[in-house]
């Protein structure tokens, strides 16, 4: 065989962060040694959202899902003995994309790094926390302003650093199809791009170079055939819109280029060993095809649906992409799908799909506008999906299908000692709020105060954003304070939850006659016309997919449901439960924190008289056993864990409990 130049391979990155930064700094320096090549920052909830870890809102949330930073000190530590001018960096932040860049430009700055020869990408989509992940700080039309801000300050000062990552991941995580995943993507790029256009910082001559700089975070799922071709139809449509839209005529401008997380929506709790091959299926959507290859890829663990996973767990995955890359022949080749009749067919279908939706989306104003009418559909679409799987129509091996199995060690723990994924150490956040409490006690509290107020005109006016956020990192201001600073400013937010009034239908249409005539006899037991249910997300998790799911599903089965977001208090759970006068509360908790929470929130309805012994408390979220029992020990009914699929039949056993 004749000898192949090889392409280059992708940049392997993990998706990591947790604890405090030491932990995190450390889990970095050994995925690095292990072959990494690039950093993938996960930040906690409160840093996400605005909030200090001593916030009353970041109670039980510090470092369960990412790395909490709070000031510049705990930007430096994790980065501490890494050359951040050698690192591709990529940081999953949104709602306060402008202080974590302005807080990596600061350590960048102590490093002695060139701001121009920085490479990394901050994702600075705000609007699919909107339709999708929740963690958005502020409205809609200022958060464009910090997205614009950030892109305009990036592009003069840190011209190799991607400003935004234009997200599809957590569309498809929301339940998006193809179609929606690609519409509602293009969709929110396109209102950045108006955003920018529109903003007085950019010259009309800058257009093209701004285009180029935008990327996207893609999501691949198990179908890979039709991933591939979502793929190719996003760049075809990325192509015809900055050329036919915006007037972009360099085409190395008008590339589609992305990086991608595949999914962590089909993961199953139940024989979680599967999951290894359906990682591995998902690379392939986004590697094969040489002309619409991923430029980053970065893999779930096998064991993401059970609980935070290992460093050794992360090391699997990346193995899985250093194996494809460098034992295969895959980069020796031109695209492996040119010519396929299969594949161009497929594309078309998805694209002609797209720029339909993409049209009614424009109809509507653009994605800015248009938040109720795309959440509505993304919930729409999840239900189909969710009924496809419950009536067998969609198998999912292990749940649906072929659920007889033998016991996994994996999962089942090999020895004394081992367990399947990785807890949160207490001690982690105690070191994490000293360490905070340290920082405001040994810096100048005048000049952080007049960061502060620096920020507050600028905010004010139309001043670009990142150059006064810099300089309060620089003068220790803290997330919160930052934050907070700006909220005084731009007020708050709370966004559609995209579940109405009309029935959208579940499961077997015997199983769900079957449930409502249960929900009807809880009724006539409890003496009222309909069950009215409570559906509560308590703390700052964002990620509502299941929340909405569920409200639908009990309204769908005769339930009056109450059901008003995320990010809800003890408190406000508490006295909507009263308000309202409902007989069941659900909590929905997926970030961790329900061991902290769900005591919270029985604590509060005890407080308002209310008897979770006569209005049952049930949860839901990634809990372990151990932890179930504890939370049944303190008065929860029933908790339903990822292990559990079937909506109707959850819905049925919540009736039954209901005025016994």
Not at 32 to 51: H, M, N, R, V
Not at 201 to 224: H, K, M, P, T, Y
Not at 513 to 520: G, H, S, W
């Amino acid at each position: 065989m004749a000898e192949r130049i090889r392409d280059e391979p992708w940049i392997f990155r993990t998706y990591a962060g947790y604890g405090n930064p030491r932990v995190t700094n450390e889990r970095y320096k050994r995925n690095l040694a292990k072959g990494q090549t690039g950093l993938s920052i996960a930040f906690d909830l409160p840093t996400q959202t605005g909030y200090d870890s001593d916030h009353q809102m970041a109670r039980g949330e510090v470092g369960r899902v990412g790395v909490p930073v709070c000031h510049l000190g705990d930007m430096r530590t994790v980065f501490d003995g890494i050359p951040v001018q050698d690192m591709n960096t990529s940081m999953t932040i949104n709602a306060t994309a402008v202080w974590l860049y302005s807080l990596h430009m600061a350590v960048a700055d102590d490093h002695g790094a060139e701001r121009a020869a920085l490479v990394g990408t901050t994702q600075n989509d705000i609007l699919k926390e909107f339709l999708s992940r929740g963690t958005y700080a502020f409205p809609p039309e200022p958060s464009m302003r910090l997205t614009a801000d950030l892109i305009g300050f990036a592009m003069r000062e840190t011209p190799r650093w991607n400003p935004i990552n234009v997200c599809s991941y957590h569309l498809q995580e929301a339940g998006a199809d193809p179609v929606l995943e690609t519409a509602y993507t293009l969709a929110n790029a396109m209102a950045v791009l108006d955003a920018c256009r529109e903003s007085a910082q950019f010259r009309e001559d800058e257009l093209s170079r701004l285009v180029g700089r935008i990327s996207f975070f893609c999501n691949a799922g198990i179908r890979f055939v039709e991933e591939t071709c979502k793929i190719r139809a996003m760049a075809r449509l990325w192509d015809r819109v900055t050329l036919e839209r915006y007037g972009v005529q360099e085409a190395k401008f008008r590339r589609f280029r992305y990086g991608v997380q595949v999914n962590s929506l089909g993961l199953t709790a139940v024989q979680p060993e599967n999951n290894v091959y359906r990682i591995l299926l998902e690379m392939l959507a986004v590697t094969l095809s040489r002309k619409a290859r991923a430029r980053a890829v970065q893999l779930p663990a096998w064991n993401e649906a059970l609980g935070l996973p290992r460093a050794w767990d992360q090391q699997w995955s990346l193995r899985a992409q250093q194996i494809l890359a460098y034992e295969t022949d895959l980069l020796e080749h031109d695209d492996v799908f040119e010519g396929s009749k299969v594949v161009e067919s497929l594309t078309d279908e998805i694209a002609t799909g797209a720029e339909e939706e993409l049209q009614r989306v424009l109809e509507r104003g653009g994605s800015v506008h248009a938040l109720n009418y795309m959440k509505e559909q993304l919930v729409a679409a999840h239900a189909r999906r969710l009924r496809a799987i419950e009536s067998g129509e969609r198998t999912w091996v292990g749940v649906n299908r072929y659920q007889e199995a033998e016991p996994s060690p994996l999962s089942e723990g090999l020895g004394e000692g081992f367990t399947s994924f990785d807890r949160a150490d207490p001690a982690d956040e105690a070191e994490q709020l000293d360490g905070l409490e340290a920082w405001r006690r040994g810096r100048d509290e005048t000049t952080a105060e007049r960061a502060l107020a620096t920020l507050r005109r600028a905010a004010e006016g139309s001043e670009n954003l990142v150059e006064p956020s810099i300089e309060a990192a620089r003068a220790g201001v803290t997330t919160g304070e930052w934050a907070t600073a700006l909220r005084e400013v731009f007020g708050e937010f709370r966004a559609p939850t995209g579940v109405t009034g009309r029935s959208l239908g579940g499961g077997r249409p015997d199983e769900i006659e079957d449930v409502r005539r249960r929900v009807q006899d809880a009724a006539k037991r409890l003496g009222t016309a309909r069950v009215r249910m409570l559906v509560g997300k308590p703390g700052l998790d964002g990620h509502s997919n299941a929340a909405e799911q569920v409200a639908v599903r009990a309204r769908d089965a005769g339930m009056e449901v109450v059901y008003q977001g995320i990010r809800l208090s003890a408190d406000e759970i508490a006295r909507a439960a009263v308000d309202e006068d409902v007989n069941v509360i659900g909590l929905s908790v997926l970030s961790g924190a329900h061991n902290l929470l769900v005591p919270d929130v029985l604590e509060r309805l005890r407080e308002q008289g209310l008897d979770p012994s006569r209005v049952p408390v049930v949860v839901g979220g990634v809990i372990p056993d151990d932890d179930a029992e504890k939370l049944r020990s303190l008065g929860v009914a029933r908790v339903f864990t990822p292990r559990e699929h079937d909506l109707t039949a959850m819905i049925g056993e919540i009736a039954d409990l209901l005025g016994r």
